[in-house]
């Protein structure tokens, strides 16, 4: 598979993300409506937030500049391998 490279279809793809997301996380809380839901599924996606900023920036930046990964498996590859390694 190539890599896409479309400006458009990349919004698309991003708008389409951000459908699913608003429409999963609105569907979790109706399923369950409390604040301790939705404390939770915030909770929840800045956790995932700060794990997929992570995986991307920090490592590429400060752990292994001159490693690019192009995508989330890469980076557990990455990581797996790294400490087989030491």
């Known amino acids: ?14 708008a389409l993300f ?3 997301g608003i429409a ?3 569907l979790l809380y109706l399923a369950n409506p409390h604040w301790r839901t939705l404390l939770l599924l915030v ?15 920090v490592i590429e930046r400060y752990i292994d500049p001159s490693f690019r990964f192009s995508g989330l498996g ?3 590859r990455y990581i797996l391998t790294r400490r087989k390694s030491r």
């Open 18 to 20: 951000a459908v699913i």
């Open 43 to 57: 909770m929840t996606i800045w956790a995932f937030c700060r794990l997929y900023y992570f995986a991307f920036y």
């Open 24 to 26: 999963s996380a609105l």
């Open 74 to 76: 890469a980076a557990l």
């Open 1 to 14: 598979m190539r890599d896409l490279t479309n400006p458009k279809f990349m919004a698309l793809k991003a």
